[in-house]
């Protein structure tokens, strides 16, 4: 090859991370957006004589820092980002639920049908009339299954109403956790891409070997009403090589 070759760099990469004891393969991102390697240093000097110009530099502390920007969350980045592996079991649901009531089979009560049967006892699920939300409750007189009575006088005419309780969920629920004691580990990446040769305009094989990366455990998760989706950012820290002083390696390959 020659040495003159030049070459542009636009294509995302598919990126594996592996875990660094075992070295095998923990996850793989094929749906990124932007993949972005910085690597920086800083600068010391000598200055002296007239004007205190600058005589000698000496580069350190260089560091890198690789930011990739995914359009999908999986279960997997959750784990990599929380430190915690994904728990799977039934888990407390709260729920908001606007019901109308129908008479029931006692002339002073009110029947109100919920779409789960709460975990509560009846003096804990709280009722309140729909034009009223959040403000007096309503004493519900009796709660089987999914079943809530309330007393028809206290309902004041009312027919539709707001009711706040919880539920458990299923068994295969799974739940993500982010604590205060857990953080995201270390791993060695490797990012494969292609560059575009200008002399023949074709496209040929790029890989991106990083032998120590520290995962991000920053994430922002965007809920927004309106707009595009927005990707979810992990900014990862280059550490150098536990075995060498590599930090990154850059391989033309095909």
Same mark, same amino acid.
């Given at each position: ?94 729920? @908001? ?154 391989? @033309?390959?095909?």
């Amino acid at each position: 090859m020659n040495a003159n070759t030049k070459f542009g760099v636009k294509e995302v990469m598919d990126v594996i991370l592996y875990d660094m004891k075992t070295g095998k393969p923990v996850i793989f991102f094929d749906t990124l957006k932007t993949s972005n390697l910085e690597m920086t240093s800083e600068k010391v000097y000598a200055r002296g004589g007239k004007g205190n110009s600058k005589l000698l530099i000496w580069d350190l502390n260089k560091e890198g820092k690789l930011t990739i920007e995914d359009a999908l969350l999986s279960p997997k980045s959750l784990e990599l980002i929380s430190g915690n592996q994904v728990k799977t079991g039934a888990q407390t649901i709260y729920h @908001r639920e606007a019901v109308s009531a129908v008479s029931g089979d006692d002339a002073a009560d009110l029947t109100i049908t919920l779409e789960y049967t709460p975990n509560e006892a009846k003096e804990n699920i709280i009722v309140y009339k729909a034009n009223d939300d959040c403000g007096t409750a309503i004493a519900v007189t009796d709660a089987t299954d999914k079943t809530v009575k309330i007393n028809k006088t206290a309902a004041d005419s009312a027919t539709d109403f707001i009711v706040y309780y919880s539920s458990e969920s299923t068994a295969d629920s799974e739940t993500y956790v982010i604590d205060a004691d857990k953080f995201s580990d270390t791993y060695k990446l490797v990012g494969n891409t292609v560059i575009r040769n200008s002399t023949t305009g074709k496209d040929e094989a790029f890989q991106i070997v990083i032998p120590n990366l520290k995962w991000s455990s920053n994430i922002t998760l965007n809920f927004a009403a309106e707009g595009d989706p927005q990707p979810f950012s992990f900014e990862c820290e280059i550490l150098k090589d536990p075995k060498s002083s590599n930090m990154v390696e850059l391989t @033309r390959w095909a």
